[in-house]
């Protein structure tokens, strides 16, 4: 694997703050909170990460979350807004789901790579 600093990627249009909260028994929850910081509007958004070590996500609020791929439980995640939710983020605009999941009780780290709408999304990782 070889990682490359953020500095040799051209500048995101997109930030995403991945905030994770503990609960009682292998359980958190985690928001995402997805901020437009380019000039137009993301239209009709899948926002895609990996959750590679092991969690697996029992619920959504505020949107629809696919895993897949990878593991048993999956390491691929795609939220997109609930057909109910608007669905674009305008400039300077953020949209925040959240999801409950459960994990093995030992690792539950901020995930590394968010893309929005396939282009790389700066992150708090």
Do not use: W
């Amino acid at each position: 694997m070889f990682l490359a600093r953020d500095s040799n990627f051209g500048p995101t249009t997109c930030s995403v703050q991945y905030t994770i909260t503990p609960q009682a028994n292998r359980l958190f929850t985690a928001s995402v909170k997805i901020t437009n910081t380019g000039s137009q509007p993301v239209n009709n958004f899948s926002l895609r990460f990996e959750l590679a070590q092991g969690q697996a996500i029992q619920g959504v609020v505020q949107a629809n979350a696919v895993q897949s791929g990878g593991s048993s439980n999956g390491r691929d995640v795609t939220i997109s807004p609930a057909a109910f939710q608007q669905h674009d983020i305008p400039p300077g605009g953020s949209f925040t789901p959240a999801f409950a999941a459960t994990y093995d009780g030992l690792v539950n780290q901020i995930p590394p790579n968010f893309k929005l709408n396939g282009k790389r999304c700066s992150s708090n990782h």
